[in-house]
């Protein structure tokens, strides 16, 4: 009666239609091609195509090689976020601070770089090092101030800048466009793909592996997908998040670092602003669920590659820039939107 | 007693209901008519719950139609039924919490004037409305709803529907938090509303109500309706018989009863494992108890006595506020749930899919989660020595699923709660915590957790077992402490042990006499 769900050999005809027991059927190849790769990532990669072949029939710039490598640097720096902050979601947080910690990064650098005489690897370090102290601040807030992490980023937002704009006088610091590291960062390639996008790839493959080998991953998985039940389970889940929001900073360092290296110099606000609603917006339209406990680092660099491409598309075709703005917010509405379509819940109230 | 020809109020037709492919109802048919009592009776799950979501518009039925008057009526919201004048008075109901009691029981129809509503008239209908029901002490009209304790805010929920035009009234266990004057009070007003017409439906596990209240008594089993017997002609045995479906004697016996008493019995190897010396926390007070290796420990008594509570202490997940949780002798620090996982203690809570399990993950993921960094090694977890746990645990349970990768939201309650259990057999704990380890489970499932808890007592694991199902208590036991209060109240031994005494324990006025112990 209940429990007794044997695979029925009968009606395999209707497998396909009957995608919500697909482990009850023998599945269709087309079927089992789906489940490995994700509904997810098959509809990102339908729009994904669909995207490219718009934008290329109405410019043909678009193919360039040049132009390709444009949209792969384009996207590494908010990639960088938007694959750490899959993480923080699928913990159950968000971290709307990330854009101010790389602002505030991307300052220290290049004054502390500028401060010991342009050795760099200090600059990076202690660039680094500053987001890492940034995301613990967050996490002590939210864990032991009780603060809901939204409240607590927006807060840290805000403060955060604050700093950068107070340390940098509001001015663009430093010089670091002769220094050799700060350039191969910039503009460097090895293997023909530029610096950038192997520090994407890099981070992105570590946060990967985290996320589905490590006991780690499975306990942050966990920990977003029913904390009460981590915590019975003897997960000391207030480490996790303090941890949780440290590596954010610390990747958001890494990305401060980046700006400072593409720009030449520390930049407190512009190429830092408005960089968390790209991150969320990608990790959405990844199918990271907002709340928590579900979402991948495949399917968020996806989502960023086809944010990287709507971009660009927009500007080869001339596209107003302040219309890419209600673009993105848009796009962030559908994505979420969606994503709580499938959930089935119910609409009523102020969803959770 | 009511004459079988007036038109019923409320009739359901052919009501199926089913959660994630569990049938939770299966074609239950049932007239509710006015000036009648109808009692609805069965096991915990047997889908009452259900029945009454379906009445009050909470839940929609998947098939089957409801009669209001013969007409056919769609209930897709709670105010939609609340306009048709069914209502159902649950045993928490929603209270805002920082208005007053008036304003409270008038929500949505605040008298108003000019968009501000008067507070003085509110209070004084109020006012009136307890006098005429009875509960003029029970409750003030200023209170904030914050404030109130569980039996005044079923008061609230009970003058909400007084003060509406009501048809159809349903209790869902209503006494269970109530004093025995507000019992008394509540049955006299129910026996008023029958008197004015009402159709009442009266959800309730205590047979001394049933029959001191009830005109009709259907009894719910497995979600399909078993019979409705006129309460004059029927008595206690006919209905737990068709509550349960056997006699209630052949039910839970443990095979390894004497493992206990058999020669591991032995003074000596009558090891303690978890001892709880004066354990007091925010809602249990001065709590001694021991459980040794290979015991069945029963926690009983009322909802609210402090079982729950007391289990999060121990494991804890509430701070303690004094006394000790000692485990093997050795007295624990704890600060967080790891602490007692790492001391050995495993807690299967009670709301299993709120605080047990990760319902968008799979069974492998749900079953190796207290044990991942025992099969990590640097951190990876393996993924060979996984699958072989989950196997080995899945065949040893019984679990029913097509993989261990289904969705653990797909399995039923009772193969949920199976990997709950595998979640802690696979750390092989010495102390094992099972609250209400058989809630909403099918029957056939719960004899094989029955059977699940006999091998693990066997195999010297200390259990303590909460229940809220006496029978469940007895047949499993070696030893039932009962709970008052936040308070130990007595303790049972297996042989001493019945129903009647447990109850007694459970509800009588330990207050004084623990004083004077």
């Known amino acids: 009666m209940t429990g007794t769900r044997a695979p029925l050999p009968a009606q395999t005809s209707t497998a396909a239609a009957d995608a919500t027991t697909p482990s009850a059927r023998r599945p269709s190849p087309l079927h089992r091609v789906l489940e490995a790769v994700g509904v997810t990532n098959v509809s990102l990669l339908i729009a994904l195509a669909l995207v490219i072949l718009v934008i290329g029939s109405q410019n043909a710039d678009f193919f360039r090689g040049s132009n390709l490598i444009v949209i792969g640097t384009a996207v590494a720096i908010s990639g960088l976020l938007a694959v750490v902050q899959t993480v923080v979601i699928i913990a159950g947080g968000l971290d709307i601070s990330v854009g101010s910690v790389a602002g505030l990064a991307s300052v220290a650098s290049a004054m502390i770089f500028t401060a010991t005489g342009s050795t760099a690897v200090l600059g990076l370090a202690g660039a680094v090092l500053i987001g890492l102290l940034c995301g613990l601040v967050n996490g002590a807030i939210i864990v032991y101030g009780r603060v809901n992490p939204v409240i607590a980023t927006l807060a840290t937002l805000a403060a955060f800048k604050g700093i950068a704009q107070l340390i940098s006088n509001g001015r663009a610091q430093g010089y670091t466009g002769s220094d050799p590291i700060f350039i191969f960062l910039a503009r460097g390639s090895i293997l023909g793909i530029p610096t950038l996008i192997w520090v994407l790839l890099l981070v992105a493959g570590l946060l990967h592996v985290m996320l589905k080998y490590t006991d780690i991953g499975r306990k942050i998985y966990a920990l977003g997908g029913n904390d009460a039940a981590a915590r019975l389970a003897g997960i000391n889940i207030n480490r996790y998040i303090l941890a949780i929001f440290a590596l954010a900073g610390m990747v958001a360092g890494i990305a401060g670092v980046l700006i400072t290296a593409r720009t030449g110099s520390g930049q407190p606000i512009s190429g830092s602003e408005g960089l968390e609603l790209e991150a969320i917006t990608a990790a959405a339209l990844g199918g990271t669920a907002l709340k928590g406990g579900k979402g991948s680092i495949i399917s968020t660099l996806l989502a960023v590659l086809l944010l990287g491409v709507l971009i660009n598309g927009m500007t080869l075709l001339g596209v107003n820039p302040f219309w890419q703005n209600v673009a993105k917010g848009t796009l962030l509405v559908v994505a979420v939107v969606i994503q709580q379509l499938r959930s089935g819940e119910r609409r009523v109230g102020i969803p959770q | ?517």
């Open chain 2, 1 to 517: 007693m009511t004459t079988t020809s007036t038109p019923p109020t409320l009739v359901a037709e052919g009501i199926g209901k089913s959660f994630a492919g569990v049938h939770a109802l299966t074609d239950v048919t049932l007239e509710i008519r006015p000036g009648e009592v109808l009692a609805l009776m069965g096991e915990n799950g047997a889908g009452k719950s259900t029945l009454l979501k379906i009445l009050s518009g909470d839940q929609p039925p998947d098939t089957g139609t409801l009669r209001m008057h013969g007409e056919p009526v769609t209930f897709s919201s709670p105010a939609d039924a609340m306009a048709a004048g069914v209502r159902v008075i649950y045993q928490e109901p929603e209270i805002v919490p920082h208005v007053s009691v008036a304003e409270n029981v008038y929500i949505g129809r605040l008298p108003a004037t000019a968009r501000r509503f008067n507070r003085r008239a509110l209070r004084e209908r109020v006012r009136a409305d307890l006098e005429r029901t009875g509960f003029t002490g029970a409750i003030d009209p200023d209170t904030l709803g914050s404030r109130l304790s569980a039996a005044q805010r079923q008061l609230i929920e009970i003058l909400r529907a007084l003060t509406s035009d009501t048809a159809v009234l349903a209790f869902d266990e209503p006494t269970s938090s109530l004093s025995d004057a507000e019992t008394e009070s509540l049955f006299r007003l129910i026996r008023e509303l029958r008197e004015s017409g009402v159709a009442i439906v009266y959800v309730s596990h205590r047979m001394k109500e049933i029959f001191e209240l009830a005109d009709r008594i259907a009894v719910l089993r497995d979600g399909r309706l078993i019979g409705v017997r006129p309460a004059a002609e029927t008595d206690e045995e006919e209905l737990v018989r068709m509550m349960v479906g056997r006699d209630l004697s052949s039910m839970f016996q443990r095979r390894h009863t004497g493992a206990a008493d058999q020669p591991v019995a032995s003074t000596e190897s009558r090891r303690p494992v978890l001892e709880l010396r004066g354990v007091t926390s925010d809602d249990v007070s001065d709590v001694d108890l021991v459980v040794h290796a290979g015991e069945v420990v029963g926690l009983a008594g009322l909802v609210g006595a402090g079982r729950s509570e007391l289990a999060r202490a121990v494991v804890g997940d509430v701070p303690l506020r004094g006394g000790q949780v000692v485990v093997n002798g050795r007295p624990l620090r704890l600060r967080t749930p790891g602490d007692a996982v790492a001391a050995g203690i495993g807690f299967a809570p009670e709301e299993r899919k709120a605080d047990a399990l990760l319902m968008h993950r799979t069974v492998r993921d749900n079953l190796s989660l207290a044990v991942l960094d025992r099969l990590s090694r640097l951190r990876f977890v393996r993924a060979r020595a996984e699958r072989e746990l989950v196997d080995r645990y899945v065949e040893q349970l019984r679990v029913r699923t097509p993989s261990p990768e289904q969705q653990i939201r797909k399995l039923s309650g009772g193969n949920q709660q199976k990997v709950v259990l595998a979640r802690w057999l696979a750390r092989r704990p010495d102390v094992l915590i099972l609250d209400e380890p058989t809630r909403g489970v099918d029957v056939g499932a719960k004899a094989e957790i029955y059977a699940i808890i006999d091998e693990l007592a066997a195999s010297g694991v200390a259990l303590l077992v909460i229940s809220s199902e006496l029978p469940e208590v007895l047949g499993l036991s070696d030893r039932i402490v009962v709970m008052q209060n936040g308070r130990i109240a007595g303790e049972l031994d297996r042989d001493e042990a019945t129903e009647e005494r447990i109850l007694a324990l459970a509800i009588a006025d330990h207050a004084a006499e623990g004083a004077s112990r």
